[in-house]
């Protein structure tokens, strides 16, 4: 299917803007429209991930809303007097964290606080979970949902990726051909599917995906995103749409849109792999963590520490201590990874990690929790085993410096050396 898009830009022809023109010898009629076709191939492979990426001012977003729908203009509303988590009002509670975990936002303390005064990163998670939320909601069927991820922190029209993509702006497209998987079909992005392709699937879009967080951050919201989407647990097809050629790697698209090329090219390469380092450390080490941990910021006496580093830059905290009544145990004790680097996996390889060498070390590793994203990960894992299952916790029995998990649910795991 071929598109074909004209850029225009109407502007009053001021003295001012005619003597600008004059200066530089700028054919003015000629700047102010740009024309650029686009040629997508008919697919016969099903995709879950897509990425529409170039340059400020290549037409990404314009091309996109010719895909996708004026829904791509949508923005989402953050009331500042609520917390993140009530805003998902519309789903149970674990489901609701079950969703913020998945896009890396795995901070229970942040839960509680207003849109407004989190983070740009953490900003970026919520808006992302808030389109999965509505694609993903039974009572909207398979209706696509597409946002743009800054537009509410960044003060922006949905357009601003460059000054010709505010602009007016006129596109055609090619009549489906009998044989193209979008003849039979209305919408134009059809025609990135094969026919074969259960179009009942959602469709989320995420226009200027990671543009206002740092690259670190980016790298870790891609990488979430599209572990939990190949893993089933965000059941849906999702485009980004970006100017950062950096995502592509840890997004680890089926198919991009090179909007600077103008090429279309399906692509399977894995992600790159992401080696960290754990080394012992200082108990000071744990306060640059404990305001992101949900329980008490104190460390038990008797707890030995560790951090997980990568490429030279820490990157989560985890600490281990006796288990008290019991010789010979310890459990983990605290486990935190920071938010610039939730959801690409570090947390359970690192948890996994310090059990096992704990384990070397003759002792056996229990671990309690009432986070989603440490108990999925345990329950899924061969290495851990499930002991118990409370819904209100358990006493902490009268032993100083240990306060149980009363009025907590929690799930107890064994590790199994």
């Given amino acids: 299917m071929r598109f074909e898009i004209t850029l225009e830009s109407a502007v009053r022809p001021s003295f001012r803007v005619q003597q600008a023109a004059g200066m530089f010898d700028v054919p003015l009629g000629e700047k102010l429209r740009e024309r650029f076709v686009v040629d997508i191939p008919p697919q016969s492979e099903d995709w879950r991930i897509g990425l529409i990426v170039g340059p400020s001012g290549s037409g990404k977003s314009t091309l996109a809303r010719r895909l996708f729908g004026e829904r791509l203009a949508a923005e989402a509303d953050w009331p500042r007097d609520r917390a993140v988590i009530e805003v998902f009002d519309g789903m149970p509670l674990k489901q609701a964290a079950g969703l913020l975990t998945a896009v890396g936002f795995a901070s229970p303390p942040a839960w509680l606080r207003p849109y407004h005064v989190l983070s740009n990163g953490e900003r970026a998670r919520c808006d992302l979970a808030r389109l999965f939320a509505e694609a993903l909601d039974p009572r909207r069927g398979a209706e696509p949902a597409a946002r743009s991820e800054g537009a509410a922190q960044a003060g922006r029209s949905r357009t601003a990726a460059g000054p010709a993509e505010q602009t007016a702006s006129a596109s055609t497209m090619d009549a489906p051909k009998p044989g193209d998987s979008a003849a039979t079909e209305g919408e134009p992005w059809h025609a990135l599917l094969p026919p074969q392709a259960d179009r009942r699937l959602p469709l989320v879009v995420c226009d200027e995906f990671t543009s206002v967080v740092d690259r670190q951050a980016a790298r870790a919201i891609a ?122 996996g570090i947390g359970g390889a690192f948890l996994d990690a310090v059990a096992d060498w704990t384990a070397r070390g003759g002792r056996r590793v229990t671990i309690t929790a009432a986070h989603p994203a440490v108990i999925s990960h345990c329950r899924r894992s061969p290495k851990w085993a499930t002991t118990a299952v409370r819904k209100l916790g358990s006493r902490p029995g009268g032993l100083p410096g240990y306060a149980g998990s009363w009025g907590r649910a929690v799930v107890s795991f064994r590790y199994l050396a």
């Fill in 223 to 344: 990488a979430g995103t599209a572990r939990r989407i190949r893993e089933g647990r965000l059941p849906c097809r999702f485009v980004a749409v970006t100017c950062h050629y950096d995502v592509t790697d840890w997004l680890a698209p089926d198919w991009v849109l090179d909007m600077a090329a103008k090429h279309f090219a399906r692509r399977c390469l894995p992600r790159p792999p992401i080696r960290v380092e754990i080394v012992p450390c200082r108990r000071e080490a744990w306060r640059a963590y404990r305001r992101h941990h949900y329980l008490s910021g104190s460390l038990p006496v008797a707890a030995r520490c560790y951090l997980a580093v990568w490429e030279g830059e820490a990157a989560g905290f985890c600490a281990t201590a006796p288990m008290p009544g019991r010789a010979g145990v310890r459990r983990i004790s605290r486990l935190v990874v920071l938010p610039e680097y939730q959801g690409m």
